[in-house]
């Protein structure tokens, strides 16, 4: 089965320039939109780096969604068995799309069991596995990375912001930025119900939500940092906004209407951090990076 490298696999970000939601956020503004990226999410780059690079035939990850279908396509073009411990009320579209793409998809209560027990016992039942964090592994922020490096190529901004959950996409935005010699400054836009982040960023260490957060924005669903993203984090992000529920749907709605893109809740969260605090941005040239698509019908309809 032929290997390609990760760059040749990778589909490179969508930079989209409207002039509607410029004019409406009050911000000058670009949009790098992974959307449009294998598997609909930027996840696609770390988990295919992932999966390129461990020899086990065998990965072993927890997702709510994004993660896994990406780690289920990178493991069927590259001939590795993958399964994927998912929440039972993870979005339909994601569920679906680790099954199509040939992966297991075991389902779980996390109000009974948690993603990493039920990771522990699947790991337990096959030790020649590869057990992958959707976040926190060093591959993993090497393959986020070069979404950093193309931000960095593409050049004239003062400001990035990113969704921030485990801290995967943000620690490699980080890292490819830094590697590039880019010095624009980064904030991370996360859900206030799943604010640890931001509560580590002040703290300067890593604060723990008590349970996982049920955010609209699904992607975030974390109980703290990764120990790998921490470091890069707390070195190399100026500030995390914390944006309310109702700021992240009118971010689905705004990219709808003026950008014509549509969105999921998590993707939409930098577009509800500017809404959130609009202060920060002003006057500044600012990069938002649209992390994911992978919406339900039903609740992109009912946000609409």
Known sequence: MSRLSLLEAIKPTTFLKVPR?????????????????QTGSFKFRAAYNLALNVTNSHIITASSGNFGQALAYACKLLGKRCSVVMPANSARVKVEAVIEYGAK??????????????VRELAEADPSAYVASAYDDPLVIEGNATLGVEIAERGGFDIVIAPIGG?????????????????AKMIGAEPLMANDAARSLRAGYIVKNETEPQTIA???????????????????????????????????????????????????????AILTQSELFNNRSVCAVVSGGNVDADVYKSIL
């Open 105 to 118: 998809a075991d389902l779980i209560d996390v109000k009974k069991i948690s993603r990493a027990d039920r």
């Open 218 to 272: 699904d992607g975030a669903r974390t109980v703290s940092l990764g120990q790998h993203n921490w470091p890069i984090i707390g070195d190399g992000m100026l500030d995390i906004v914390e944006v309310p529920e109702e700021n992240i749907i009118e971010g689905v709605r705004l990219l709808f209407s003026l950008a014509n893109l549509k969105s999921e809740p998590t993707g939409a969260v930098s577009v509800g």
């Open 21 to 37: 939601l410029c004019k409406k956020l009050g911000v000058e503004l670009t949009l790098a939109s992974e959307t449009f990226q």
């Open 167 to 183: 801290g995967g996409l943000s620690s490699g935005i980080i890292t490819g930025m830094k590697r590039s010699g880019f010095q």
